[in-house]
């Protein structure tokens, strides 16, 4: 079910780049993955290797999110559904 919607979200937008989040103490690897526009999803996965190896797979930009910032399209894109 995670492959299979992080795949559809990758495959049906533009620009799709993922962020790789470690685990905490709270809660286990996730993986953030964020469009041209800065629509967003994020999911829970098995660790941050499969993380890496998921993005390498669809060819898409991965990044260590404990290492490089979200980008602002995302903050921006959250603004904007706010407003409605």
Not at 20 to 25: F, K, L, S, W
Not at 30 to 41: K, P, Q, R, Y
Not at 51 to 63: D, R, S, T, V
């Amino acid at each position: 079910m995670t492959t299979r919607h992080l795949t559809e979200f990758a495959s049906s937008r533009r620009g799709v780049e993922a962020w790789i989040e470690p685990p905490t103490a709270v809660t286990g690897a996730s993986l953030l993955l964020v469009a041209a526009d800065g629509e967003w999803t994020r999911r829970s996965i098995p660790s941050a290797s499969w993380g890496h190896k998921f993005a390498e797979h669809l060819q898409m930009p991965g990044y260590d999110a404990g290492v490089v910032s979200y980008p602002q399209r995302m903050r921006d894109w959250n603004s904007r559904q706010k407003r409605g």
